[in-house]
T-cell receptor, first 116, second 114 residues
Framework: DSGVTQTPKHLITATGQRVTLRCSPRSGDLSVYWYQQSLDQGLQFLIQYYNGEERAKGNILERFSAQQFPDLHSELNLSSLELGDSALYFC???????????????FGPGTRLTVL | SQKIEQNSEALNIQEGKTATLTCNYTNYSPAYLQWYRQDPGRGPVFLLLIRENEKEKRKERLKVTFDTTLKQSLFHITASQPADSATYLCALDMNAGNNRKLIWGLGTSLAVNP
């Protein structure tokens, strides 16, 4: 158990809908990362938050948004869902922002999103 | 842009043998290179990290090498066991100022046969 929790575990919805995925990082971790993993694309970095602030952006669509709250949990919002958004969505956390104080990322169990 | 290539074909080896997985990258060398293990339907689990100024890193039966000239990292599992069967992901740490991103390979599936 990595200490990172994600809810829900599974989510089935229809095209055009909006969903919210939730992540609680390990106790003490200030950085939260969101990833999308599909069979043909591998693990794609979406966005990173550090202590409530957005720090890095990857291949995140405009239909997607995220935020990190004062208690450090994070939510990933996916809207106007398309069939191609079906994937595993992982949240990861780490203690440090700076590469000089590197720490590995701890991944949650993921949320499997199916868009019908 | 930085690209990572891992063996797309699954690797099948006999129990007790050494498994060697390859990670090649293009363009500039990363500050760090990491290896993760991923089991089906689960999140990746960190295994080893190697810095650009390190040639080799070991942890129990695991060994990682990093050749910045060849732009390649090799991941070895010695005395392999069926429990080592999983997908192994290579990730490059791209540090841009205070922003850290990991660029991931697609992974190599390893099957250790008893």
């Amino acid at each position: 158990d990595s200490g990172v929790t994600q809810t829900p575990k599974h989510l089935i919805t229809a095209t055009g809908q909006r969903v919210t995925l939730r992540c609680s990082p390990r106790s003490g971790d200030l950085s939260v990362y969101w990833y999308q993993q599909s069979l043909d694309q591998g693990l794609q970095f979406l966005i990173q938050y550090y202590n409530g602030e957005e720090r890095a952006k990857g291949n995140i669509l405009e239909r997607f948004s995220a935020q990190q709250f004062p208690d450090l949990h994070s939510e990933l919002n996916l809207s106007s869902l398309e069939l191609g958004d079906s994937a595993l969505y992982f949240c990861a956390s780490s203690t440090s922002l700076l590469a000089a104080n590197y720490n590995e990322q701890f991944f949650g169990p993921g949320t499997r999103l199916t868009v019908l | 842009s930085q690209k990572i290539e891992q063996n797309s074909e699954a690797l099948n080896i006999q129990e007790g043998k050494t498994a060697t997985l390859t990670c090649n990258y293009t363009n500039y060398s990363p500050a760090y290179l990491q290896w993760y293990r991923q089991d089906p339907g689960r999140g990746p689990v960190f295994l080893l990290l190697i810095r650009e100024n390190e040639k080799e890193k070991r942890k129990e039966r695991l060994k990682v090498t990093f050749d910045t000239t060849l732009k390649q990292s090799l991941f070895h599992i010695t005395a392999s066991q069926p429990a080592d069967s999983a997908t192994y992901l290579c990730a490059l740490d791209m540090n841009a100022g205070n922003n850290r991103k990991l660029i991931w390979g697609l992974g190599t599936s390893l099957a250790v046969n008893p």
